[in-house]
């Protein structure tokens, strides 16, 4: 009974992924889209993008990582990604984070669930790498659907977009995937969503 309560405990703390909101908008622009909507959708993109990923990958892996990532900002919050200032110490949050949160759980899970969330912040793996890369996508599409609404509120850049995809996946990532990601950047440049530079 006692593993038992404290998986019971961790799932009920991590209820709490529900009041972490993003920058980024749902797509119908009517509110910020909290981090257990991203999450999830994430995981959608793993099975729908599935054949995008080098062969070998273990997608059920990825979809781990992406529903693991950010359960460390329940404590940590959520941190802006072109926010130099917030970043400065995020990984140093995002650890204390992930010690208090997985030690809730029985210490066999408590270890694969950590070494998971360790996995996807280091990008190592094919299945992170893949992950990352659509943690990448996921808000950008998000931020065309809106406009670029929340790019142009926090004067973003093409430049700066691009060079957080390449840092964070796409650089090792499938052509077709590199592609679309280019054409939409340019798009949202050509519309006025994405401030040119």
């Known amino acids: 009974m006692e593993k038992l309560k404290k998986q019971i405990e961790f799932l009920k703390e991590i209820d709490k992924l529900k009041e972490i909101f993003r920058q980024s908008l749902l797509a119908d622009n009517s509110r910020h889209e909290n981090d257990a909507e991203h999450s999830w959708h994430l995981a959608m993109f793993c099975i729908i993008l599935g054949e995008y990923a080098p062969d070998g990958t273990d997608i059920l892996k990825c979809i781990k990582l ?3 990532h950010d359960l460390v900002e329940i404590y940590a919050g959520d ?21 208090k949160l997985f030690s809730i759980l029985p210490s066999h899970q408590e270890k694969e669930i950590y070494s998971l969330w360790n996995e996807f912040e280091e990008r ?3 299945e992170s790498i893949f992950a990352n890369m659509l943690d990448r996508l996921q808000p950008i599409m998000l931020n065309y659907l809106t406009e670029g609404k929340m790019w142009i509120k926090n004067g973003v850049k093409k430049s700066q977009v ?4 390449m840092n964070m996946g796409f650089s090792q990532g499938n052509e077709k995937l590199q592609k679309y990601l ?3 950047l ?5 519309k006025g969503y994405l401030i040119n530079g």
């Open 66 to 68: 992406v529903l693991i």
């Open 79 to 99: 941190t802006y990604l072109y926010d130099e200032k917030g970043n400065a110490d995020k990984a140093d949050r995002e650890k204390a984070a992930a010690d």
């Open 124 to 126: 190592k793996t094919e």
């Open 162 to 165: 691009l060079e957080k995809a």
């Open 182 to 184: 280019l054409s939409l």
């Open 186 to 190: 340019d798009e949202c440049v050509e």
